[in-house]
């Protein structure tokens, strides 16, 4: 194997990079009062256990140039087989997040509509099937053992469709345009990334003055020749412990995203592609009709039932591994650090207590006992709360209605709460 270069990279490169990806930003989801429940969907919005077959012998390149490789791909052609494994220690969110962030689930909704449906990939092990033909096609299907579920998008139409209950969404036009995928990716809705090279480039938003960046070594994923990317947080306290982007050597695409945790042990998402083809995918891939007796359901229908639930009140900001800072901009929202370390603290509505019991009458029974299942009791200058811990997320809820959530340990949350009292 040819020797790489591990050089650590400051913000020069990533400032580089990042500029030129900046308009490939996309929104993520915080939701009080189950924050944890919705920045753990979004923060898929940031990864297969993929067989090697030895470590190529490739020319020698640095961190520099690698990233500037990824920002430089005009790959805009690809269809292939990709497997996703989330591990947030949380329970399985398949039909509870449903409930977590739409109450009882009493008001009715389309089980293909995308924004339910896609939260499935916050646990588990999930096969998916990709290709994307443009910006203005896209194909992501999840498959199972009986049944597929997809999000196909051609021009400004889009269709979901959920084999096992015979269901279909379907949205135009500007309601169709958060479905839009960039170059040489497949997206869904909500910035929810389903492709190595989506992942990545939500974490390279973060690789500046607070990040080291480094070529360690090579790989071989899918058959492909790939170089691999080091991206790890230079402060102490995130639940992040480093991120490998397994990159093409030929054309710069990310084939493989693993995020390991500060604590140890298994990756918390691990992504990537079992096999890849970057030839233009058939036009075939693209097109949808709803099959006879499908029960279609039009965007604005699907929004309607959502704001009939009990929906908790959605705050905007930034995708990406620690993307906070751009949440300051939000209502009742502010951001303490930066970085890596970045916890956003989010006011409850009308600054109401946090429901985080039964006895309120406003916590449904299956969220309480998600919410139970990883809640510690905290005290603290800020008062006592409840801090609620994944592997990844981390929220801690106070008694008086504050958020504080990030990609930082239950520690640094306190002491995010302490400094802002």
């Known amino acids: 194997m040819a020797p790489n270069d591990s050089a650590e990279t400051t913000g020069n490169a990533a400032d580089e990079a990042g500029g030129t990806m900046a308009g490939r930003r996309r929104a993520a989801r915080y939701v009080v009062p189950v924050a944890v429940a919705g920045v753990a ?9 993929l067989a090697d077959s030895g470590d190529p012998d490739l020319p020698k390149i640095t961190a520099q140039q690698l990233i500037e490789k990824i920002a430089a791909s005009d790959t805009e052609q690809l269809s292939g087989t990709v497997k996703i494994s989330t591990d947030l220690g949380i329970p399985s969110l398949g039909g509870l997040a449903g409930s977590l962030a739409q109450g009882d689930g009493a ?51 889009v269709w979901a469709y959920d084999s096992k209950s015979n269901e279909a969404y379907h949205a135009t036009g500007d309601k169709a345009s958060g479905h839009a995928g960039k170059r040489g990716e497949a997206t869904v809705p909500d910035g929810v ?21 480094t070529v360690d070594g090579t790989a071989q994923v899918a058959g492909r020749d790939a170089y691999k990317l080091v991206i790890k947080p230079k402060q102490s306290g995130s639940t992040i412990g480093a991120i490998t982007v397994a990159v093409d050597a030929k054309n710069g695409v990310p084939l493989k ?9 298994k990756a918390v998402i691990d992504a990537g592609f079992t096999g890849v083809d970057f030839a233009k995918p058939a036009a075939s891939s693209f097109t949808f ?3 006879k007796g499908a029960k279609v359901t039009e965007a604005d229908d699907a929004k309607a039932q959502r704001q009939a639930g009990k929906q908790a009140p959605e705050f ?28 956003a603290e989010i006011e409850a509505p009308g600054g109401r207590p946090v429901p985080t019991s039964p006895k309120s009458g406003d916590v449904p029974p299956a969220a309480q006992q998600f919410l139970d ?3 510690d009791k905290v005290t603290g200058k800020f008062g006592s709360g409840t801090v609620f811990k994944t592997r990844l997320v981390n929220a801690l809820m106070t008694d008086d209605g504050k958020v504080y959530v990030g990609l930082v340990t239950k520690d640094a949350l306190v002491r995010a709460a302490d400094s802002a009292n």
């Open 41 to 49: 969907a979004a923060t898929i919005g940031l990864v297969p256990a």
């Open 107 to 157: 008001h009715g909704g389309s089980s293909a509509d995308p924004q339910e449906k896609m939260t499935e990939l916050a646990s588990g092990t999930h096969t998916l099937r990709v290709a994307t033909d443009g910006p203005d096609k896209q194909r992501v299907s999840i498959l199972d053992s009986a049944a597929e579920y997809s999000v196909i998008r051609n021009g400004d139409q």
């Open 193 to 213: 990334p389903a492709t190595p090279k989506a992942f990545a480039e939500e974490a390279l938003k973060m690789a500046g003055p607070t990040t080291s960046v």
């Open 257 to 265: 995203f693993t995020l390991s945790p500060s604590s140890g042990g």
């Open 289 to 291: 009709t709803p099959p």
């Open 316 to 343: 905007k900001g930034p995708g990406g591994p620690a993307g906070l800072d751009g949440l300051a901009g939000g209502k009742g929202v502010k951001v303490i650090g930066e970085g890596w370390s970045a916890v």
């Open 373 to 375: 299942s990883f809640g």
